[in-house]
């Protein structure tokens, strides 16, 4: 595992620092671009925040498995417009130099992903509800769509599910799957996917919950699927094609506004995780043969689009975007709970959040 971790490991002095890049909402003038966060590998602290590179709403951002390279979705300002994805070199100071940009094949991209070869990346275009897959060139760069799919139909909810759209794709830990959440049809895509062209074969929908409108996705063993649903902030197991159950992520008693938006297992595999928008928490499941809620947790700040655990699994950072800070949280291991570190810091518009070292 040489590639992106030494990369990391020249960035600077202090061997405790971990480097974390933080995608943002460029829109409102409160950011740049990507940041880049130094935190204390010892006690969770973030230590500094500096802009890393100057981007048009880099809101999601993904990291190569080996090399030195970051890629995000620039979200369209005009929302009937295609959309773009960037790809950047990461210097060994830790700044990011733009490689190229290409189309994003849809409107308003909202996920990248690189599958685990390293060779290739997808995208989920958000507003007009289609994916599509790009090589990654031999310098890093993206080459323009290699293959895409449109999606078609609509959901239960006269607003939010009118049409597609899709909201996220991942790769299968073979790369031989690709699954394309869509909010706006209650479906979780599944795509064979061919690591030699690239290209997108049809396959079986896993069927979500009635207006549940999934977003985000996350994989246990076996063929286990954790289907997190915007809508009805709520958690479907899927077991192969079967879904077993769906429990609710709100607090108990919970009776306001609320949309989940990030959903994470973590690396032990005894707990999960979720985010909830309006609430404004952090949900803690116990993972066994069903999920149990075990803890709400307040996230340090208003809307909590998206947080990321660490590799080794004790740090959180939550991104609230609303409140322009991100929260440092310790993870203890045998029961799962988070506890604050420090005060929040500030970050305009936070969404994404992706741990480098």
Known sequence: MKG???AMAMMTAMAADRTVYVGTYTREGKSKGIQRMRVDDQSGAIKSVELAVEAENPSFLALHPTRPLLYSVNVNTNAT???HLSSF??????QLKLLNTVKSKGINPAYVQVDPTGQWLATANFTSGSCATFRIEADGRLSEAVDSRQHAGHGQHPKRQAGPHAHSAYFSADSKTLYVADLGIDEVKRYGFDVKTGKLTDGPSLKAIPGGGPRHL?????????????????????????????VDALPPGFTGNSSAAEIILHPNGKFLYSSNRGADTIAVFSVGKTLKQVAQTPAGGKVPRGFSISPDGKLMLVAAQNSDVVTAFRVEPSTGLLTQVGAPVAVGSPV?????R
Not at 89 to 94: F, V
Not at 225 to 236: A, F, K, P
Not at 352 to 356: E, H, P, S, T, V
């Open 89 to 94: 070199a990461i210097g060994t100071d830790g």
């Open 218 to 246: 996350a994989f246990g063993p076996k063929s286990r699927v954790y289907v997190l649903n915007e809508i009805t902030s709520s958690i479907s197991v899927f077991d192969g094609d079967k879904l077993t159950e769906t």
């Open 81 to 83: 417009e295609e959309g």
């Open 352 to 356: 994404c959040l992706r741990f480098a």
């Open 4 to 6: 992106i971790w030494l």
